[in-house]
């Protein structure tokens, strides 16, 4: 699903907008990194949650099928949606999407 953006503010940047709604009331709840080396089986996953964190070798829901990648989980304050950013890196190029 493509990220939508609103108002630019030069001192912070682009709002990122809820892919259901449009509002950009966003709240990070979850954030999960992976690390690893090109093609491994594990690598570090770490993972930010109600103020604790956890790390583990865990792969699978790395959104980058080789490489490095990011998990933002989301609620809208103005919907029910809960959107998902991922940022991945595929073949040397950086990519951003709703999943
Ligand atoms: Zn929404």
New binding site residues.
Partial sequence: MALTFGNRDEGFGSELV?P??G?SHLHQKIVDVYERHEDARTGLHAQIKDNKSITDANMTENPSPRRQGMLIHFN?E??T?SPTLKIFQHKGTTYMDFQ
Wanted: one cysteine or more; hydrophobic letters at 0%.
């Fill in positions: 809820c259901n709604c509002s809208c103005e919907c949606t």
